[in-house]
C-alpha cells in the first residue's frame, strides 16, 4: 500500500514540476518579439524630413512612409519646408514625445550640436538619412544612411572630360547648385570640380543656387543665358533644376542637349524621360528609396545592437540610350 502511495506522491510532483516548466517556457515566448519587456510595444520614430522641393523628395517621402507601414513602425512624419528651424522644432517635439527613435535629413550641414546633444541626453538614437551633418561629435548620431555626393560630382565630371576631350577651344560651363550649406550641394561641386580640374579647356564661368527646385532652376538659368553669351555646358545638381532650366534655355532659342550639353543627378522619371528624348545628357543616380534600410536599422538601433557608422546606397549612371532602356522599370 504504502509503495503504492509513494509512487503516487512521486509522479505528482513531477507531473508538477514538467506543468510549472511548461508555464514559465510558455510566459518566455510571450516576452520574445522585438521590444524586451514587452514585445509587441511598436517602435515609434519621430522623422523629420527636408521639405517636398523636387521629385527626389517626394519619392523619398513614399519610400519612408511605406517602409514604415511595412515594418509596424509608428511614424511621426514632420516636413520642414526646407528651414533648419522647423527640423530642429521637430526634433524637440520628438524628444518631448519620448519617441524610441529619431531619423532626419538635416536640410544643410551645420547648426545640429545643440539639439542632437538633448537627444542624446534623452537617450533617444539618432539615424541620419540622406544628408549628413558636419558635427565633429560622431556620438550624437548612430549611423548615416545614404549617398556618396562627391562621387555623384566625380561621375559627371568624368562624363563631360570624356566627352568633350576632342573639344578644340574652351567649354563654358554653368553649375546650378543645390541648397546652399547642405551635403548634396557641398559635395557634388567639390566632386565635379575634382573631375574637371585635369582639363584647362572645361571652365567654370557661372555657378549659383536654384536650391534644388524648377522654379529656382528655370529662374538663374535665365541669368545665366543673358550673362553669358556663350554656354556650351549645364551642370545641375539634380534633376528638377535642369527641368526647369530647360524652359529658359528653350526660350532662349537654344536646344537643350543639342546646343547646350545638360549633366544632372537623381535620376527621376522627369529627368530620365528628358534623357530618354535627347534633352538631357548624362544623368548620376542617387536613389531616394531609402525607407526599407531605414526601417531595419531603427529596429536595430532601438534593440541596442551595434550598427554600422555609415551605410551608402547602391548607384548608378545613365546615357541617353540606357535611359531609353531603363525607364520602363524605373520605381520613382
Ligand atoms: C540628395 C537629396 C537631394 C536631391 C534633390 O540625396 O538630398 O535633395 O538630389 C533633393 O533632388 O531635393
Known sequence: MRTRRTARNVIAV??????AGSVAACGNSDTGGSGGEGGDKKIVMGFSQ?????????????????AAAEAGIELKFDDAQQKQEN???AIRNFIQQKVDVIAFSPVVESGWDTVLKEAKDAKIP????????????????KTFL???FVKEGRLSGEWLV????????PVNIVELQGTTGSAPANDRKKGFAEAIAANPNLKIVASQSGDFTRAGGKQVMEQFLKANPKIDVLF??????????????????????????????????????????GKFNFIAECSPLLGP??????KKVTAGEEVQPRIETEETTFTQEQAKEALPNRKY
Request: proline share 1%; net charge negative; glycine share 8%.
Open 236 to 277: 545641375a545638381h539634380n534633376d528638377d533644376m535642369g527641368l526647369g532650366a530647360l524652359e529658359a534655355i528653350t526660350a532662349a532659342g537654344k536646344v537643350p542637349g543639342k546646343d547646350i550639353t545638360i549633366i544632372t543627378i537623381d535620376a527621376v522619371k522627369d529627368g530620365m524621360q528628358a534623357l530618354a528624348d
Open 162 to 169: 570624356e566627352n568633350t576631350k576632342d573639344a578644340t577651344g
Open 87 to 89: 527640423q530642429i522644432k
Open 293 to 298: 534600410q531605414l526601417m531595419d536599422l531603427a
Open 50 to 66: 527636408v521639405g517636398a522641393e523636387s521629385g527626389w523628395r517626394t519619392a523619398n517621402t513614399t519610400s519612408i512612409k511605406e
Open 146 to 148: 545614404g549617398s556618396d
Open 126 to 141: 539618432v539615424i541620419l538619412t540622406d544628408r549628413a551633418v558636419d558635427s565633429a561629435d560622431k556620438s550624437l548620431y
Open 14 to 19: 513531477f507531473a508538477a514540476a514538467l506543468l
